[in-house]
Structures are given as structure tokens and as C-alpha cells.
């Protein structure tokens, strides 16, 4: 079920209380993967058609921290690819917003040359997962080049304010940056969301009232008839090892362009709905 979304002041960061309880989540999402009715319940997503995925990891992350989630991806017969560019970090020195904003400028570029290989290789369009700082490349790289991009799917990633994020003050730390948040470029960051004006790729936002790294108006995006925000109980180190994450991406992958239908969690056994109710 998608959400209508309202966004008037700048979203506060999620409170000590989400923040504490990533830790506690990410252990329940994990093992939301070994639990009989998720496993179950996984098992009867639609099947892929060889359709090219490319996953997108947050900050901080490799190939590595959504494997698993390709393995599943793989095991239903879509080609899930990793992105091949190492750790999602700034090398250098960065001190503002501008100097983050050309990193994933940066980034984006070499996304869009592998996704145009693997698109080549598949004779089709590339979707994208990406996580946190992933789905802000996969979201721009979805207005920038939408005859590349069959479709994206955001897992908690802050395209709003950036503000919003507990994580905020904590980059400013390991960037070493000393400016301060009246000179920042915030609106750079936030105009990224919606750049182009109209999209023409289908985007599905994740979000979770559990996310104790990014509240809900940072990651969520108005929707118009391309875009639903779908809450998914996850913390957010959690999104890439969570059973109804997984299920919610392999149903939206699954949608056929041509008659694409609103997402719906009502056909689910209703011990598993509760994964859904924000």
C-alpha cells in the first residue's frame, strides 16, 4: 500500500530511542530470514525472467552487504549484479555538501557505465536496489538516464533533507567538516529528488518508522503516478537481511511496466502483514 505524503518543515533526525533500537531490529530482521513462514512465503514470489538487477550498498558498504539479498534475487531467476566499485566512502577530504554532491557525481558515472554494460550484455533495462546512500545514486541516475533504468527500488535512502538523518552530524565528524548548517548547500541535495521535474522510471520508496538512521520525510517522495512509498518494518542496517523487504522487492520487480499495480500486502497470510502496518 502506498502512502500521499505532506513534508512541511525539515524532518527531525530519528531520537535516541530508533537510534538504540537498530540493534535490536537488525537481529529480528535477520532472523526474519530464517523464520518458517517468511521462508515459506519467499518461495512463492513470482519468478524473474532473467531480468538485470544491479544493486546499489549505503555508506560505509561493498558488494558484500547485499549478497545475500542477490542470492535470493538470483534464485528467482532474475541476474541480480553487484556494482563492482568498491566501498561506498569518501577517500578525500570533504568539508561541505557541494564536495559530497561531486563524490556521487562521481559515483553515478560509474554506475551508469555498468549498467550500460550489463544492458548491452541482456539486450534490456537495468533496475536498481539501492540502499540508503545506494538509492540516492539509483534515484538520480533514474531522471538522468530513465532509457537506461527499467526501474528503482530506495531502501531508506535519505533523497530529502539530509538533515533528517541521525547520521548527519556523525559524517560531518568523519568528513572533518567545520562548516556549519546555515552554509551548507542543503538545497543542492534535496533538489536531486526530483530534478528532472517528471520521472518516466517507475520508483519504489521503502521506508520504516524503525529506521533509526534516517526518518520517514527524508526518504519518502510525493507521489505522483511513478512514485509509492511503502513501509516496511525494518531497522535500517536491516533493509538488505529483512524477509519483507526481500518479498516487497521481488514484487515489485515482478510488475509488468504495462500494467503495473499499486503494491498490496492484503494477499499475505496475516501474521506476516503486521511487517507492513506503519
Known amino acids: 500500500m502506498s502512502v500521499a505524503l505532506q513534508i512541511s518543515a525539515p524532518p527531525a533526525p530519528p531520537g535516541l530511542g530508533r537510534i538504540a533500537g537498530e540493534a535490536p531490529r537488525l537481529v529480528k530482521d535477520m532472523l526474519s530470514l ?50 563492482r566499485l568498491g566501498t561506498n566512502l569518501v577517500q578525500d577530504k570533504v568539508q561541505t555538501l557541494d564536495e ?59 533523497v530529502g533533507d539530509p538533515r533528517g538523518t541521525s547520521v548527519w552530524g556523525l559524517m560531518k565528524k568523519v568528513m572533518r567538516g567545520e562548516i556549519p548548517d546555515h552554509l551548507q548547500n542543503v538545497d543542492a541535495w534535496i533538489e536531486r529528488r526530483d530534478q528532472l521535474g517528471g520521472r518516466r522510471v517507475r520508483t519504489s520508496v521503502l521506508y520504516s518508522k524503525y529506521d533509526g538512521a534516517v526518518a520517514e520525510d527524508a526518504v519518502m517522495i510525493e507521489n505522483d503516478k511513478l512514485v509509492e512509498n511503502i513501509h516496511v518494518a525494518s531497522s535500517h542496517v536491516g533493509f538488505s537481511h529483512n524477509a519483507s523487504v526481500y518479498w516487497t522487492i521481488a514484487d515489485r520487480l515482478n510488475q509488468s511496466l504495462s500494467n503495473w499495480k499499486p503494491f498490496d500486502y492484503s494477499d499475505l497470510p496475516k501474521n506476516l502483514q503486521k511487517n507492513f502496518v506503519s
Open 34 to 83: 530464517t523464520n518458517c513462514h517468511w521462508r515459506e512465503q519467499l518461495k512463492k514470489a513470482a519468478a524473474g525472467n532473467g531480468q538485470p538487477v544491479m544493486t546499489l550498498p549505503g555508506f560505509g558498504g561493498g558488494d558484500g552487504s547485499m549478497a545475500l539479498l542477490r542470492r535470493y534475487l538470483n534464485s528467482l531467476g532474475y541476474r541480480a549484479e553487484p556494482w
Open 100 to 158: 559530497i554532491l561531486a563524490f556521487c557525481a562521481t559515483m553515478e558515472a560509474a554506475i551508469v557505465e555498468n549498467a550500460q554494460r550489463i544492458a548491452d550484455n541482456c539486450g534490456e533495462k537495468v533496475s536498481l536496489v539501492g540502499w540508503s546512500l545506494g538509492g540516492v545514486y539509483a534515484n538520480s541516475i533514474a531522471q538522468t538516464h530513465p532509457e537506461l533504468i527499467r526501474q528503482v527500488i530506495l531502501l531508506g535512502s535519505p
